[in-house]
Nanobody, 121 residues
Framework: QVHVVESGGGLVQAGGSLRLSCVAS????????MEWYRQAPGKQRELVAT???????DYADSVKGRFTLSRNNAKNTVYLQMNSLKTDDTAVYYC???????????????WGQGTQVTVSS
């Protein structure tokens, strides 16, 4: 099994920065991609950023140039650095690990509990 836990949310003024962290545990070697999603009130969950095992990143157009996703393999942790935050970035942010355990076999996506990010004007 794979488990992920997020941290780092909070309240920040528009234009400010926050860094979210996501620690993975369990069958780390089965993880292919780490992902960040967000869900604002009344809206569908949307994909914000992804990072593959090889370190390739991808971002939603709405956050390109402002958010940076990185990883520390030694700590099994990914970081979402969020700069120039806007009120539209207010949402619950979820970390997810997309994995494939060939030994079982089983594939899936492990979700964290979410962390609230609130950007005030």
């Amino acid at each position: 099994q794979v488990h992920v836990v997020e941290s780092g949310g909070g309240l920040v003024q528009a234009g400010g920065s926050l860094r979210l962290s996501c620690v993975a545990s369990g069958k780390i070697d089965a993880i292919n991609t780490m992902e960040w999603y967000r869900q604002a009130p009344g809206k569908q969950r949307e994909l914000v950023a992804t990072i593959t095992r090889s370190g390739t990143t991808d971002y939603a157009d709405s956050v390109k140039g402002r958010f940076t996703l990185s990883r520390n393999n030694a700590k099994n942790t990914v970081y979402l650095q969020m700069n120039s935050l806007k009120t539209d970035d207010t949402a619950v942010y979820y970390c997810a690990a997309e994995y494939l355990d060939v030994q079982v076999p089983v594939a899936g996506r492990a979700w964290g509990q979410g962390t609230q990010v609130t950007v005030s004007s």
